[in-house]
């Protein structure tokens, strides 16, 4: 099987991440992964993993993460979704996304191996047994696991996380009835393993009685958190608090006071899982090398041009204030909006009007579940919002290019598929970008 083939086997899978129904927990049940994994020799449990899960900031908190235990000399493995342009993105051995070739041989490996289980996996639970395959087979130190979906059910939850985090509970995911904070909560809560300690960007004490399952609780504000953060060129120099050091002046590469915060979550992730704190310069080389594609990534200047994954309201409303407060562009600007069926489209335009935008131009995101770029237009425009319906992301991107001027910034977002055609189109990925190192 090669490349295109896996690819295609992978495709015939049922995929709830292109379906009207994602986002749901009813009749979702982790046996068909156990069953799988059980007769792959439950390789998932060959290595120690910190699980991240949270309704925003927990990709980029596994990324800092990462980068931090790489710095301190691990081999690393971070498994992580959606992908922006490519699978092979969701796979990641000391930051590098796995082969082309070797990203085959592991999904023909599990293909083999499928029938042994009663009930069809689905394409995420068989992309996560790959993960969980090879970083078994290349022996990694520690695996960073993101969830897909919530926590309790979502098939990364065969593993026994030593640390658990949750960086925080928003809408998402939810018809927003009744306590849904707390159903978020509790589904959230499931990764928590016995013995584990959970690190915990939540504050709300409304919910502390669901975090008791763990062993050790280390929780922001009290425990750990960012003490001061102020801008600097191409980035930002921040103030970490740990309960075990503390380290000032630390340059992070990244924009926006929330991946501030999200630093701290992540140092203290990698504290408790060391067990100590971490050498200063370790964490000053291992945040000196973060990158965050598709994260508020800027892409060109003159004009400013941003793309952003931001897909719920507080996402939204983080990456409005950054580009308010970081940049404060001087011209006009521009949204290219594109979302996903299952949000209200008026709550997450409403947090990008923080921006001030002279013009939406609105699109239909490249999924089976993105919501019409008419249907975008027309609320956008019932919010007193000028907007254009202009179709594609690539139509969109043209027409932002033609009608903006040097000084006026260029905002993508709404949906990670949105990012991920906005970078196709802006930054085509290259065959190096795929290609993990060699081994020792």
Not at 3 to 20: C, G, K, Q, R, T
Not at 165 to 174: A, E, K, L, S, Y
Not at 346 to 356: D, G, H, K, R
Request: charged share 20%; net charge negative; hydrophobic share 45%.
């Amino acid at each position: 099987m090669d490349y295109l083939e896996a690819l295609d086997h992978l495709d015939s899978l049922i995929n709830y991440e292109v379906m009207p129904r994602a986002g749901a927990i009813e009749g979702l049940s982790l046996e068909p992964m156990q069953a799988f994994m059980g007769a792959l020799g439950d390789p998932q449990l060959a290595y120690p993993v910190i699980h991240l899960t949270g309704t925003n900031g927990k990709g980029s908190t596994a990324r800092i993460i990462s980068s931090l235990l790489v710095a301190a000399g691990l081999s690393v493995g971070t498994y992580g979704s959606p992908h922006l342009q490519r699978i092979n993105e969701r796979f990641t051995w000391n930051q590098r996304e796995i082969d082309d070739d070797e990203l085959a041989a592991v999904l023909e490996q599990l293909q083999a191996l499928a029938p042994l289980v009663d009930a069809p996996l689905s394409w995420f639970e068989l992309t996560t047994a790959a993960a969980f395959r090879w970083f078994a087979d290349i022996a990694v130190d520690v695996a960073v696991i993101e969830v897909g979906l919530l926590g309790e059910w979502d098939a990364t939850n065969v593993v026994d996380g030593q640390v658990a985090v949750v960086t925080n509970i928003t809408r998402d995911h939810t018809d927003g009835q009744g306590d849904w904070r707390r159903r978020i909560a509790s589904e959230k809560a499931g990764i928590i393993k016995p013995g584990a300690t959970l690190v915990l960007g939540e504050t709300d004490p409304s919910l502390a009685d669901l975090w008791e399952r763990a062993d050790a609780v280390m929780l922001r504000d009290r425990d750990f958190g960012c003490e001061n953060d102020r801008l600097a060129v191409g980035g930002r120099l921040v103030d970490l608090r740990t309960p075990e050091a503390t380290y000032d002046e630390v340059f992070l590469p990244l924009h926006g006071a929330h991946q501030a915060d999200n630093t701290a979550l992540a140092l203290a992730a990698c504290e408790a899982f060391f067990g100590r704190p971490l050498a200063d310069e370790i964490v000053r080389d291992g945040l000196a090398n973060v990158t965050m594609p598709g994260r508020f990534e800027v892409v060109g200047r003159d004009p400013l041009v941003v793309i952003d994954g931001a897909h719920n309201p507080a996402g939204a409303a983080a990456t409005a204030k950054t580009l308010v407060h970081d940049f404060d562009p001087a011209g006009s600007r521009i949204l290219v909006f594109g979302m996903l069926s299952g949000r209200d489209p008026a709550e997450v335009l409403a947090a990008f009007a923080a921006i001030n935008p002279d013009i939406v131009l609105t699109v239909t995101a490249p999924s089976p579940r993105g919501v019409p770029s008419t249907e975008l237009a027309d609320q956008a425009i019932g919010m007193g919002l000028a907007a254009e319906s202009c179709g594609s992301v690539e139509a969109a991107i043209a027409r932002a290019f033609a009608v903006a001027a040097e000084e006026d910034a260029i905002l993508i977002s709404g949906s990670l598929y949105v990012a991920g055609e906005a970078r196709t189109r802006l930054l085509p990925p290259t065959a190096s970008e795929s290609r993990p190192p060699e081994p020792d």
